[in-house]
C-alpha cells in the first residue's frame, strides 16, 4: 500500500520536523514569551479585556485576536531559539522581531487610541485612512515574523550537529 507523504515530511530537515526537535526548554521559553507579548500588545489595545484601557470608537474586529495570538506564537518561538546559539546574524533577526511586534501592535490597536496617528491625520483620517491599512500591516508583521522563525530555524539547522 502506498505511503501519503506531506510537504513537512518529504523536505530532509524542514521547519516543522526542526521545530518538533528542539527541546522542553526552547518550548518553555517561547510559551512564556509569547504570554507576555499576548498580554503586553493584547491589555492595551484592550483585545484581552481589562478596566484601565478601553475603545471608544472602534471594537475589537474578529481578526484582532488572530493577528494577537499568531503574533505572539511566532514572537514566542523566534526569541526561544535562542541567539547566542546561532552566531552573530541574531542581531538582525532581533530588530525585525521588534519591527515585526510593533507592527502587530499597530495593526490591531484601535485607530483612534493611537495618538501618533490622530495627531497627523485627525479622527476622521485615522479612521478613513490608517484603519483600512491595518489588517495588511498585520499581514506584513505576520509575514515578517514568519520568515525571521524560518531564517532562525535555518540558522539553527546549520549550526547544530546531528547526534
Known amino acids: 500500500m502506498p505511503?501519503?507523504?506531506?510537504a513537512a515530511t518529504t523536505s530532509d530537515d524542514g521547519?516543522?520536523?526542526?521545530?518538533?526537535r528542539l527541546p522542553v526548554a526552547t518550548w518553555l521559553r517561547a510559551l512564556g514569551v509569547a504570554v507576555v507579548v499576548y498580554l503586553a500588545i493584547g491589555i492595551?489595545?484592550?483585545i484581552v479585556p481589562n478596566p484601565v484601557f478601553g475603545r471608544p470608537t472602534v471594537d475589537v474586529r474578529w481578526w484582532?485576536?488572530?493577528?494577537?495570538g499568531a503574533s505572539a506564537v511566532l514572537m514566542g518561538l523566534v526569541v526561544a531559539i535562542r541567539p547566542d546559539d546561532l552566531?552573530?546574524?541574531a542581531a538582525q533577526t532581533e530588530?525585525?522581531?521588534?519591527?515585526?511586534?510593533?507592527?502587530s501592535l499597530l495593526a490591531v490597536g484601535c485607530p483612534t487610541c493611537n495618538q501618533v496617528v490622530v495627531a497627523a491625520l485627525g479622527t476622521s483620517g485615522a479612521l478613513s485612512l490608517f484603519q483600512?491599512?491595518?489588517?495588511?500591516?498585520?499581514?506584513a508583521s505576520l509575514a515578517l515574523l514568519t520568515w525571521l522563525?524560518?531564517?532562525r530555524v535555518s540558522d539553527l539547522r546549520r549550526t547544530s550537529c546531528p547526534v
Open 3 to 6: 505511503t501519503v507523504t506531506t
Open 149 to 151: 522563525l524560518r531564517r
Open 132 to 139: 483600512p491599512v491595518q489588517p495588511w500591516l498585520g499581514l
Open 15 to 20: 521547519t516543522v520536523a526542526t521545530l518538533r
Open 87 to 89: 552566531g552573530v546574524e
Open 64 to 68: 484582532d485576536p488572530l493577528v494577537l
Open 95 to 103: 530588530r525585525g522581531t521588534l519591527l515585526g511586534g510593533i507592527g
Open 44 to 46: 492595551p489595545t484592550d
